[in-house]
């Protein structure tokens, strides 16, 4: 059990050390079936990525690898994973082994703000992020810093992520509300909820975490600091959990508002590249 007084993004930490195993056996990531249908990317994602060739991709918080390595699907030449779980990193290896796609794979134990430290500049094409990963960084300054570092001057990158209005999204008898800050702020918002997102999380009890926002603003803007064009800037009216009780499972990991309600924005997507 964390101690509540530690570090928030060493409490952050030990919460995802702690998931893993859970996360690797759940319905929500059907890795059998994944296995089962050819480790491919998800359709709309090939879609608006298109195909990665003879390129190196780079998948920054990887959790254990499932995302990393579909993209092997779309022909890159070799996929790197980056997490600062260990046991993630562990898992994920695993999950090469077991697809038989090791040798075009590598995952690395490294924590986003220490990649300038840990790992070998300008090394990749493409760089992936998804769903549920930048808020579990200060400053999304640190996240573009990152990777600046790891891609090349020509290269593109592609974000999806919780949108961050449904970040501060409540629901309650009174109908919508907001409950924290859109804008990035060096205090966090905590959640000391049992469970994960995840439908057979129940056991994950007696974990604080600690999220920070990031506007659109911000996130297109950290990335035009580092020089990178927006090609694509989505923002969707679904997304890839249950977010609220409510919703509605309308495709595989895609969930939509009940159509009587206020549709608002809950989940977007960036391409951006440079050079
Ligand atoms: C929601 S999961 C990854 C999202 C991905 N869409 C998935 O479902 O596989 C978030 C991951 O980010 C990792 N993570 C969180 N903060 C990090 C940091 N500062 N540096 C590196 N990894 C981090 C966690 O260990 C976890 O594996």
């Known amino acids: 059990m964390p101690d509540k007084f530690e570090d928030p993004e060493e409490e952050n930490r030990k919460y995802w050390e702690s998931v893993v195993e859970t996360h690797f056996a759940s319905n929500f990531y059907e890795v059998d079936a994944w296995i089962n249908g050819g480790?491919?990317?998800?359709?709309?994602?090939?879609?608006?990525?298109?195909?990665?060739?003879?390129k190196d991709a780079v998948h920054l918080q990887c959790h254990f690898g499932k995302?990393?390595?579909?993209?092997?699907?779309?022909?890159?030449?070799?996929?790197?994973?980056?997490?600062?779980?260990?046991?993630?990193?562990?898992?994920?290896?695993?999950?090469?082994?077991?697809?038989?796609?090791?040798?075009?794979?590598a995952f690395e134990l490294c924590a986003v703000?220490?990649?300038?430290?840990?790992?070998?500049?300008?090394?990749?094409?493409?760089?992936?992020?998804?769903?549920?990963?930048?808020?579990?960084?200060?400053?999304?300054?640190?996240?573009?810093?990152?990777?600046?570092?790891?891609?090349?001057?020509?290269?593109?990158?592609?974000?999806?992520?919780?949108?961050?209005?449904a970040q501060i999204l409540n629901r309650g008898n009174g109908g919508w509300s907001l409950d924290g800050e859109y804008f990035e702020s060096e205090v966090a918002m905590i959640d000391e909820s049992d469970g994960s997102y995840t439908e057979n999380s129940e056991n994950l009890r007696g974990y604080r975490t600690h999220i920070w926002n990031h506007s659109i603003g911000e996130v297109v803007t950290s990335l035009s600091n580092f020089g990178f064009s927006i090609s694509r800037l989505d923002e969707h009216s679904w997304t890839s959990f249950q977010q609220f009780p409510e919703m509605i499972k309308t495709g595989t990991e895609r969930y939509v508002l009940p159509s009587d309600w206020l549709q608002l924005p809950l989940s977007f997507t960036i391409l951006a590249s440079r050079g």
């Open 39 to 54: 480790m491919k990317a998800r359709p709309w994602e090939a879609d608006v990525i298109g195909r990665l060739d003879n």
């Open 67 to 105: 995302d990393t390595l579909s993209l092997l699907s779309l022909g890159a030449a070799s996929v790197t994973g980056i997490d600062y779980s260990e046991s993630a990193i562990q898992k994920a290896r695993e999950l090469a082994v077991i697809t038989e796609l090791s040798d075009r794979s």
């Open 113 to 165: 703000k220490d990649v300038p430290n840990l790992m070998t500049p300008k090394r990749f094409d493409f760089a992936y992020v998804s769903l549920g990963a930048i808020c579990w960084i200060p400053a999304i300054s640190t996240w573009a810093k990152a990777i600046d570092y790891l891609l090349k001057d020509t290269a593109t990158l592609f974000v999806h992520e919780v949108h961050p209005l």
